[in-house]
């Protein structure tokens, strides 16, 4: 079975950066498309990105488009969520989940996926 551990959350102030990290324990990572979801208390849980399995396809929540950038390293087994210009807004749990999707395609649909890590905790505030 796929396990997902997250890893890089904290507290930042408004404008800041951080990097979270969604390492995976499987051989078969690569076949997985990788997405990233958030869930702020008393909210549903959102997507946020997502990549394909072989990175050739992202997608970003209109919320996030151009300030947040996800990538994958096959070889590492990690996905990467890159985020700059943090927003109060932007606080929440951030999760990492796996699905199994046609080549070149992920979603941002919770529904959708097969393997959810335990989440880290991200705080946008001054």
């Known amino acids: 079975q796929l396990q997902l551990v997250e890893s890089g959350g904290g507290l930042v102030q408004p404008g800041g950066s951080l990097r979270l990290s969604c390492a995976a324990s499987?051989?078969?990572?690569?076949?997985?498309?990788i997405g990233w979801f958030r869930q702020a208390p008393g909210k549903e849980r959102e997507g946020v990105s997502c990549?394909?399995?072989?990175?050739?396809?992202?997608n970003y929540s209109d919320s996030v488009k151009g300030r947040f950038t996800i990538s994958r390293d096959n070889a590492k087994n990690t996905v990467y969520l890159q985020m700059n210009s943090l927003k109060p807004e932007d606080t929440a749990v951030y999760y990492c989940?796996?699905?199994?999707?046609?080549?070149?395609?992920?979603?941002?649909?919770?529904?959708?996926?097969?393997?959810w890590g335990q989440g880290t905790q991200v705080t946008v505030s001054s």
């Open positions: 499987r051989f078969t990572f690569d076949y997985y498309a």
């Open positions: 989940a796996a699905g199994l999707f046609v080549q070149g395609k992920c979603s941002m649909d919770p529904r959708l996926q097969n393997a």
């Open positions: 990549i394909s399995s072989n990175g050739g396809t992202t």
